[in-house]
């Protein structure tokens, strides 16, 4: 019979040796009918997996606990054996002694125990035992056929009310606490948002001040810098600013402008209602208002070029503004920093240049001499806020002059911080890298003197205008003949890719439809001083600055190109090229270049064609043969000599018909020929 204990959940259970022959009966019936739904049914009992809850914070937040390891786990469970009960052990008495002493019988069997946990694994292996029978009697007592297993009744544990209910309150009184702190920390952060709405925060916009502008602070005031240090700036000006609140400031419009502990002779600026800001910014009163360099290049009283140099993106002759907000200010008198910068650098270098007409520096103008009667004017033009007319600017401006003279500033300021390799990380810079291997690459003694010359952005803008100059000259050249040369056709094509001094033109010479026959083509490089055409037969020819030689070049080509054309046009016909002279010698001397001339034979000989192409115009006269004034007389008998051409006769051009000189001149030889 099966007794259990007080606690069916962790009581003790002693068996008797009927009921443990009853549960091995039992159990080998059960696995028996069990195996059958083996297939069919699979039971797996596992451990649960999440850990116990510690603690669950106000928000909802739990805790767990960290899982033990397998060593807590084994020391937990030892833990739980109680090793002083020895019921259950009256049944194995017996057993053992009767093992005992058949092992004293034996000596061969008997080995005493060493091991100082043998007990403790004796019993864990009848607790083990004990586990495993209680399984069983729970399985079977699962299927309610065998075996019902009664649980004790227990006395139900007093339930506390009222303690319960005060947990419960504390809890959301606690909860309750923390939602309305956060609730009341929106409600502030809402009002905070709507305020700095309608006026600016004032850390914010000098959060915003500082991403673009350098800042420091000196004492109690906040300073920054305008100047161009960083890009190796020497120019002595100073760009400082200074930067207060605006509430403060207006409070403060009594009393002197600027900060005690300020040294800047400064002028402050009233509060404005047009662009509320936080800050207000106080800058020198020589950076106030609006500056630009104007750049002219006049002959006599004509300006040729203009073009104005600022560092803003804005007009030229717009107002200074002064509601304008901080970032306009500031930028405004950078520009004015950097034109007055630059125009003191320009000023210093025209002084200390050598030019066969020295240059002139007077007041905020310099003037330098380009070519003969061209001069050179830069003017630094500065507009207060207290003007009221505004800078007066040119309307003829020209784009590509501005842009290659801010390309000067930009490669200036780049050299100034990008020092060319190999030099030294601190000290003072070494040598270039040219001449650096100019020991391994045996450079001569003009080759080191060529490194060390360079130079000065003034000789660079010089420069520059003359190439502008030269290549305006180019320009209306050859714009003037293409408009009085009608026949041939003059095309010029302008590489788009050109450096600030060097640009290059092509130039070709044709006829309307007759282009696949003879088309002339050269190259004219134009240079600061001069000219290099490059023609189609490889002749190099250089030229000076006057226009009136590559006027004279073009001519010469011009009429080049029709003798060319003349003979191409003859091998289509058939007929025979006798003679040609690109530089006739013969006839009125031309006013620009020479004369070019060629002689043509029809397929039979019977007639000539005489061409003379010249600046005024072309002359053609033909020829016959036999001579029709051949009589003979008692000195010439013989009809031979009839052969000999006749005398040319000039052709009436104006009066031929055909759309250009080609074309006539095609109709003109099918019309001998024919005849």
């Not at 019902?148 to 006395?155: H, N, R, T, Y």
């Not at 930028?331 to 050598?354: D, G, I, P, T």
Request: contains cysteine.
């Amino acid at each position: 019979m099966l007794t259990c204990g007080d606690d069916p959940a962790h009581g003790d259970y002693t068996y008797t040796n009927e009921a443990l022959v009853t549960l091995v009966v039992t159990r080998v019936r059960f696995q028996t009918r069990m195996a059958t739904y083996a297939s069919a049914v699979k039971v797996s009992v596992e451990a649960p997996i999440e850990n116990q809850i510690q603690e669950i914070t106000y928000d909802g937040q739990e805790i767990y606990q960290a899982p033990l390891t397998l060593s807590e786990n084994l020391a937990k469970i030892a833990q739980q054996i109680d090793f002083s009960k020895t019921d259950g052990e009256d049944a194995t008495e017996l057993e053992n002694g009767e093992k005992a002493e058949e092992d004293v019988k034996d000596p061969a069997n008997f080995q005493s125990s060493l091991w100082p946990w043998d007990s403790v694994r004796n019993k864990l292996r009848n607790a083990l035992t004990e586990v495993c029978v209680l399984a069983d009697v729970l399985a079977v007592a699962k299927e309610k056929r065998y075996m019902v297993l009664d649980p004790v009744p227990q006395e139900k544990p007093e339930e506390k009310h009222l303690i319960q209910v005060l947990a419960k309150k504390k809890a959301l009184a606690g909860a309750a606490q923390v939602l309305l702190m956060g609730a009341d920390r929106m409600k502030s952060c809402q009002n905070e948002s709507a305020r700095n709405r309608s006026s600016p925060d004032f850390h914010i916009e000098l959060l915003r001040l500082r991403q673009n502008w350098r800042l420091k602070k000196v004492s109690n005031s906040i300073i920054g810098d305008l100047s161009y240090r960083t890009a190796g700036s020497k120019y002595s000006q100073s760009g400082m600013f200074e930067i207060t609140k605006a509430e403060e400031e207006e409070k403060s419009l009594t009393s002197p402008p600027g900060s005690p502990n300020s040294s800047l002779p400064v002028q402050p600026t009233p509060p404005s209602t047009k662009n509320a800001s936080a800050l207000r910014v106080t800058i020198p009163s020589e950076l106030e208002g609006y500056a630009y360099i104007e750049v002219l290049c006049k002959k006599d009283q004509e300006a040729l070029c203009s073009a104005n140099l600022n560092w803003l993106n804005t007009g030229a002759g717009n107002k200074p503004d002064p509601d304008k907000n901080w970032q306009e200010k500031l930028e405004a008198a950078q520009n004015v920093l950097f034109c007055k910068e630059l125009f003191s650098q320009l000023a210093r270098e025209a002084v200390h240049l050598r030019a066969p007409i020295p240059h002139m520096v007077v007041g905020n103008r310099i003037m330098a001499t380009v070519f003969p009667g061209i001069q050179l004017i830069i003017i630094l033009r500065h507009s207060t806020g207290n003007d009221k007319k505004p800078v007066p600017q040119s309307t003829d401006h020209d784009h590509v002059l501005e842009h290659s003279l801010h390309q000067l500033l930009r490669e200036m300021h780049h050299k100034n911080t990008h020092h060319p390799f190999p030099h030294p990380s601190s000290g003072p810079l070494g040598p270039s890298k040219r001449r650096c291997l100019a020991g391994p690459t045996a450079a001569d003694r003009h080759e080191l003197l060529e490194m060390t010359k360079s130079q000065t952005l003034l000789e660079q803008i010089i420069q520059q205008a003359q190439h502008f100059v030269m290549r305006s000259r180019a320009e209306y050249v050859l714009d003037t003949i293409a408009k009085e040369v009608k026949d041939p056709l003059i095309v010029t094509h302008w590489n788009a890719l050109n450096s600030p001094t060097q640009s290059s033109v092509r130039i070709i010479i044709l006829t309307h439809g007759y282009d696949q026959i003879m088309r002339t083509s050269l190259v004219v490089h134009v240079n600061e001083k001069s000219l290099k055409c490059v023609c189609k037969d490889g002749r190099v020819m250089h030229m000076s600055y006057e226009p009136q030689e590559l006027r004279n070049l073009l001519m010469c080509q011009i009429n080049q190109h029709q003798i060319s054309a003349i003979q191409g046009l003859a091998k289509c016909m058939g007929w025979q090229f006798l003679a040609n002279s690109p530089h006739l010698g013969l006839g009125a001397v031309e006013p620009l270049g020479n004369a070019s001339s060629c002689i043509l034979a029809s397929p039979i000989g019977d007639r000539m064609i005489a061409v003379r192409c010249e600046q005024t115009g072309i002359q053609v006269s033909i020829a016959h043969s036999p001579r029709k004034d051949f009589f003979p007389g008692r000195l010439v008998r013989e009809r031979k000599w009839e052969n000999l051409g006749g005398s040319f006769k000039e052709v009436r051009w104006d009066k031929m018909e055909g759309k250009n000189f080609l074309n006539k001149m095609e109709l003109l030889m099918a019309s001998l020929t024919s005849s």
